[in-house]
Structure formats: C-alpha cells, structure tokens
C-alpha cells in the first residue's frame, strides 16, 4: 500500500514538470561548505604550504643568493643550542600562563554562573570582555606603567608604607606572564563558563545533600563536569602563548627573549624567512606531540 | 529513622511571603505528602527541611536536634529530585558510593554497601554503567539507592516522579512505597499530584498560599475537607451556599439541605461541598437532599460517566456515576439528585 503510493508519487513527479527533484544530499552539503573551505584553502593553506616551501631553502628567495634545497634550517635547534633554552622558556611561559589562566578563569567563570541577581551577569561579563575589545599594544603598554619602577604600583605601596623599597617586576618573566595571563584569561572564562552553565543546580544539591563540602563539590563534580571547557580554553590559550612576541617584548625586555620573537626577528630583522619557517613548523610539531600526549592520557583518564 | 519537626517556620522573598508560621510534626518512618498548586510553598518548605534554605523565623528539628543552622551537608538526609540529578561522569556505583565516600566509608566496606542498594533497587549488576546508558525510570531508582544508601534520618523527595511517563510513574510509586517501608525512613513528598499524594502518603498535607490548610491521613483529608480550597483541590466537589436556618441550610433558591457537619449558628453564611461521586441520580432515592437539574454534559470514560449539570437557577454541578447498567443519560433531560448529609461537608470560605 505505502509502496504503491510511493511507485505513484514518483511516476507523477516525472510526468509533472513542476515538481522537482530535491537536489542529492552532497551537492547541497558541498555548496554550504565550498564558501568556508574555499577561504580557508586560499588564506590558510596556501600561505602555510608557501611557508613550508620556504623552510626547505637555503636563503630567503628574494635576494641575490641562489637559492637551494636544504634540510639544515631544522637543525638549528642542533646547531645554536641557545634555541633549546629560548624553546624550553617559551614553553615554561606558556605552562604557566595556562596554568593562571586555568584557576583564574575556571574561578571566574564559577562566580559568573552563580551570579543570578538582576543584571550582575551581564556586567561581569562585559567586564570580563572589556581586555578583548582594548588594543593589545595598549594594554601591554599599560601595564608598563603600571609595572615600573616608581609606577603606579610602587606610588600606592609608598603611599601606605613610605619606606619600602621598589617592587617593580617589569622586564622579569613575572610581568611577561602577567600581561599574558590578563590578555588571554577571557578566553578561559568563557570555555569554562559555557562548561559549567551546563551543569543542573540539582546536581550540586544532590551532591550538598550526601555530604559534600564546597571543596568536594569543586574537585568531585565541578571540575570533572567542566574539563571539556578547561581543556578547550587550556589549548586556545597555549598554542598563541608559546607564539607570542608581543608581550615579551614591551613586558620582559631583555628576558623576553622567546620562540615568538626570535622567529619575528628571523623575519623582520634577521631576513632569514627559510629559518622563522622551519622554527614555526619545528614549534607547531612540538605543540602537536604535547596536545597529542595530553589527549591520550585524557581519553585514558575517562575510559577508566 | 527519626521525627521532623517545624516550628512557626516563615520565609518571604522580598515584599512576597512564601511561608506563614508553618507548623508541623513528621513522624517517625510515616509518609507525607506536601500537596499543593505551583506557589503554595510546597518545595519551599522541603527545602527549607533539607537546608538548602534558610527560613526567616523558626526552627526545623531532626530529631532532637535543632538543625536550623546547619548547613546541608552537615543533616544527613537523602533527597531525591525531579531531574534525577545523578552525576553524569561517575558510573552508577560511584554514584551510589559518592556519600558513603563523603562518611568515611571505603573499599570493600562501601562496596557491599553500594551492591545492597542496588540490590534493593533492582538494579543489581548496573554498577559500571554510566547513568546516561539507563532509562530515565532506572536513573530514578538510582537516584533513590544513592539517597537511601547513607542510611538518612529522613528522605526528602522533589516531585522525583513528575518526568516519568504514566505507567513507570505507577511502576515507581510502588517500588518507593516498598523501599520506603522496608527502610523505615520518615519521608516527606512534595508533589501537586493528587492521587499520587493519595495513593503513597500516611499523611496528606494541602498547602494554599504559603499556609498548611489541612494535614491528616489521605481517607480524612479527602472524606471532610475543612476549607473550600481543600475540597477544591483534592479531587473534585461541588459547592452550595446558603444560610443556616434550624440546623439545616437554606439555599438561595429555597431548597433546604441537610448536613452532619456542625454548623454555625442560625442566620450565618456557610459554604457546603458534596463530592461527584456522592450524588446519585435515583429518583426514588429516599435521601433528604434533593436537587432537580438538566444535563449538559455527558463525558463517557468507561467505567465512570461524568455529568456536568445546572440547577434551574443556574448552579454548576457535577456528578461521576459508575456505569453498572450502561445505561447513558441524554444531555438535556432533567434528573433529580440526591445524596447523604453525611456526605454534606460544611467548609470555610
């Protein structure tokens, strides 16, 4: 019966010139997506492919040097060892920034989510948003005045006590992960608070219920519940971390010597594209087989 | 296994009072219902008891002790909620051991513990699932080991069986009441389910507007009312008003109704309910109180026949009517009522 009816269906679709045939599913599904992909594919892909390209030659090939193929660009971490230390201290930066940014912003993101009364939860929000709408420069700069010696920091601790010394931590790694650490944390707050929005009230009553304090309900059900927002603002925050040159830079000074700025030097100063390519890729790779341990031990943590 | 006590307990939010000077004694392994509309203050005095709440004035006791200003996890209670609120990351077990672990309980010693509350459940060998891979009846029985299991002084429950569908709602009832006796605990039901508060509960307790209007076992609470809303809302009643006149009342129209309530003195105001159910439409019925009245109409369920009538001066009335004969009434014929004064309830306005 459902058959003859579809067999009619059919032989009068064909016969009426009205009725269309609805488009195969793949051709809509690759018309949707040829606008994003297309974009990506000249924007993203290209100019890495191109990057690529260059960590395979000799010299930059805009010059008078021939240029050649050559596979000693990714030796430089062999040939000048003072890269290994600059590696290890971009990635200790971006340890600790993640690190901050995590508690921080999980904390942040907890008050955010208890916030209820009237509009208090927007105007957080806004006021955690404000450090993305400011110039970044400015912001770091900022800082710098803050930072200083005989800055904004040091007149207030000399207005209370008058006879202590400078606490100024400008040009230390310190400032360079504060600034970074204030930059990057909306990004945690936001995963984390979309994580923990999630979670129904009764869950944490049900928890309150059979016993457990505030500090259970964190470590127990809050934070387990809430990973996949740590994790996610933990891999947004990293990865431009690690990279920045920024920061380092106006923040550290003669400390602020990282991956990201020796890689923007290699480009800006040094001339030497082929190099600030394939320590780019050398970085990406290292990044990639952190992300790829961590994920294992995680789908580990959960299956068991 | 202990008694809850409130005392002249009130809560308001803001200019509105939620609870008026509720006062009130659950005792010792009974079964109370709170039964009452959205806003009655139902779930707000459950949650008061559980410390979720503070109340503005005073006092909850468990037991001997005034826990008024203990905090929630500090009153050993288990509590069940509509939306199951099992931890979704934590397999069943884990779930059920979570406040044995909050106690001191572990190893081997949690785990009988854990296996017998399955066990009492139904649910024995679920213990590595995780609560999403179970039906929303199992995760309520779940919910229901991981309340019981830490031996509570009293069982609070949420409207836990307000998200299941009808027959598991029936199927649950009967496991909770099981559970429930075989435990002992006191517990206390906040529900807006009429027949289920009915069907489960030793005491029914009908809350209107943040005061406790009625409490007592289901059968008194449903059998004599004492307010118009407690009529009203347990089941369905017809009213008639009129004046008392030689220990009988005279309805406006002039009939005059007879009653066993005690009734006010002569000449006062008084507000009768009769339930559907009580009237009969014999008409040679030799019950003092009649009413003539025409169908409107004629709702057929099966085994019951509903009638909506009206007197001929206008009185809205009900009456269910088992279908012994088959036979049906015609909406449009006018039938004389009639019913007992013993089920004649005088009420409160």
């Known amino acids: 019966m459902q058959n003859d009816q579809l067999a009619l269906a059919q032989t009068r679709g064909s016969v009426d010139p009205r009725v269309k045939r609805p488009l195969p599913a793949w051709v809509s599904t690759t018309a949707l997506l040829l606008p994003t992909y297309g974009w990506l594919t000249i924007a993203i892909f290209l100019p890495l492919l191109t990057m690529l390209a260059f960590s395979f030659m000799s010299a930059t090939p805009m010059g008078k040097t021939p240029v050649e193929f050559t596979l000693k660009q990714y030796r430089a971490f062999i040939d000048q060892p003072y890269l290994l230390r600059i590696g290890f201290n971009s990635l200790m930066m971006g340890f600790w920034t993640t690190l901050f940014c995590a508690i921080l912003g999980f904390l942040a993101a907890v008050a955010l989510v208890r916030a209820t009364v009237g509009k208090t939860r927007e105007t957080l929000l806004v006021l955690i948003l404000l450090p993305f709408w400011t110039n970044g420069l400015v912001r770091v700069f900022s800082w710098t005045m803050v930072l ?113 700025t020796v890689i923007e030097d290699q480009f800006t100063q040094a001339f030497n594209w082929p190099l600030g390519a394939s320590l780019s890729f050398t970085l990406l790779a290292v990044v990639l087989a952190i992300f790829a341990t961590f994920s294992g031990v995680l789908r580990g943590r959960t299956a068991g | 296994m202990t008694n809850v006590k409130v005392k002249s307990v009130a809560k308001t939010y803001g200019p509105i009072p939620v609870l008026t ?67 979704p990351h934590m397999t069943i077990a884990q779930n ?179 339930r559907p159910e009580k009237m009969s439409l014999v008409t040679a019925d030799t019950q003092p109180n009649k009413l003539s009245a025409r169908i409107t109409t004629v709702i057929y369920a099966g085994p019951v026949l509903s009638y909506i009538l009206e007197t001929p001066d206008g009185l809205p009335l009900k009456l269910f009517a088992q279908n012994r004969d088959g036979r049906v009434l015609r909406e449009g014929e006018t039938v004389s009522l009639s019913w007992s004064p013993e089920h004649t309830i005088a009420v409160a306005n």
Not at chain 1, 161 to 167: E, L, M, Q, R
Request: charged share 20%; hydrophobic share 45%; proline share 4%.
């Open chain 1, 148 to 260: 200083r010696e005989n800055g904004f920091l040091d007149n207030i601790l000399h207005m209370v006590v008058p006879d202590a010394g400078s606490i100024s931590i400008l040009y230390t790694r310190y400032a360079v992960v504060l600034g970074l650490v204030h930059g990057y944390l909306p990004y945690m707050i936001l995963t984390c608070y979309i994580a923990l929005v999630t979670i129904d009230d009764a869950i944490i009553e049900a928890a309150a219920s059979l016993g457990a304090r505030w500090w259970t309900i964190l470590y127990k059900i809050l934070i387990p519940m809430a990973a996949p927002g740590l994790i996610s603002g933990a891999v947004l925050i990293f990865i431009p971390v690690i990279g920045s040159f920024m920061e380092p830079r106006i923040l550290g000074g003669r400390v602020g010597v990282t991956m990201g």
């Open chain 2, 96 to 274: 059920v051991a979570f406040g044995l672990e909050r106690r001191g309980i572990k190893g081997e010693a949690a785990r009988k513990e854990v296996d017998r509350a399955l066990e009492m459940v139904r649910l024995s060998g679920f213990g590595d699932r995780l609560p999403k891979q179970l039906s929303g009846g199992q995760q309520q029985r779940v919910a229901l080991a991981r309340a019981i299991v830490i031996k509570p002084s009293v069982l609070l429950l949420d409207e836990p069986l307000s998200a299941l569908d009808r027959r598991l709602r029936q199927e649950m009832q009967v496991e909770l009441l099981r559970i429930q006796r075989e435990s002992g605990l006191t517990t206390i039901f906040v529900t807006h389910d009429q027949e289920e508060a009915l069907t489960l509960s030793d005491k029914v307790a009908i809350l209107d507007r943040g005061r406790i209007v009625q409490i007592g076992d289901p059968e008194t609470v449903y059998e004599k009312p004492l307010t118009r809303f407690a009529a009203e809302f347990l089941g369905d009643s017809n009213f008639l008003s009129g004046k008392v006149e030689n220990g009988a009342v005279r309805l406006s129209n002039g009939t005059v109704v007879r009653s066993d309530s005690a009734l006010p003195g002569n000449g006062a105001d008084v507000t009768l309910a009769i």
């Open chain 2, 21 to 87: 000077d509720i006062s009130t004694e659950f005792q010792e392994g009974s079964f109370t219902s709170l039964l009452g509309p959205s806003g009655s203050g139902k779930t707000t005095l459950l949650r008061i008891i559980a410390g979720f709440i503070k109340p503005d004035e005073g006092v909850v006791m468990i037991g001997n002790s005034d826990v008024t200003n203990v905090p929630v996890w500090g009153r050993n209670i288990g509590m069940m909620f509509q939306s199951y609120a099992l931890f």
